[in-house]
């Protein structure tokens, strides 16, 4: 069965601070992989996608990074975080068009 | 031209009944059109999703219908119970498989 695992499942961390998140897919070779981001209360924004290891499209702006090291891993990093980055960090894969996007239960972060 | 919009932002229904959500677009390249469905500290849930070839689509108690020229859907949930409370986001996919816009959500509630 296919499971993605997302890390840490909670952080609070200092504006300025630098930040890593991660999540790992298993069950599945060479899956999309996506980062999104939630306002608490408010919708999804997509942040990055992924179609093979090594590269990484961003979608919008937001002083943040992503990288793919390994065909399962995804990582979400920044060297300096902003009040703004606080909220709710989903890692999602899927097998391509139009087939189903699963999310990770997700990472809440908060900065302070 | 990437927005996604959904309404009304919040619906009570009563157990048994039909719940209509909204869905409109802005971008004619979006193809594919998913929904899901969100519990609060969870990563969303896709429940059923539409191919902009088709106007219709059922499985179970959920109904999407979906009208290109206008540029908008609706999913109707049928027989609405109290576990069905939840947010439910629309989203908006490219041909490519790799965007997926998400609508702004419709926070439901189901009263017994």
């Known amino acids: 069965a296919q499971t993605i695992h997302q890390w840490p499942v909670a952080e609070i961390k200092a504006v300025g601070s630098p930040l890593s998140l991660g999540c790992t897919i298993k069950?599945?070779?060479?899956?999309?992989l996506y980062w999104y981001w939630q306002a608490t209360g408010g919708t999804l924004q997509q942040l990055f996608y992924?179609?093979?290891?090594?590269?990484v499209e961003s979608v919008v702006q937001l002083n943040l990074s992503a990288s793919r090291p390994k065909d399962d891993q995804f990582i979400l990093s920044t060297e300096k975080l902003l009040l703004s980055h606080s909220g709710f960090y989903l890692c999602?894969?899927?097998?391509?068009?139009?087939?189903?996007?699963?999310f990770g239960k997700g990472t809440r972060l908060t900065v302070v | 031209q990437q927005q996604v919009r959904q309404s009304p932002q919040s619906l009570t229904v009563w157990e048994g009944e039909t719940a209509i959500l909204n869905c409109s677009y802005e971008?004619?390249?979006?193809?594919?059109f998913p929904w899901y469905q969100q519990f609060p500290g969870e990563g969303p849930a896709l429940l059923i999703a539409?191919?902009?070839?088709?106007d219709k689509k059922e499985d179970g108690g959920f109904t999407i219908f979906f009208n290109k020229r206008e540029k908008n859907l609706s999913l109707h949930i049928k027989d609405s119970q109290p576990g069905d409370s939840a947010t439910y986001f629309c989203?908006?996919?490219?041909?490519?498989?790799?965007?997926?816009?998400f609508g702004t959500g419709t926070k439901l509630q189901v009263v017994p």
């Open positions: 999602a894969w899927s097998l391509g068009r139009d087939t189903e996007v699963f």
């Open positions: 069950g599945k070779s060479s899956p999309n």
């Open positions: 992924s179609i093979t290891v090594g590269q």
């Open positions: 971008n004619s390249a979006f193809d594919y």
């Open positions: 539409i191919r902009s070839v088709s």
């Open positions: 989203a908006a996919s490219l041909y490519s498989g790799t965007y997926q816009r």
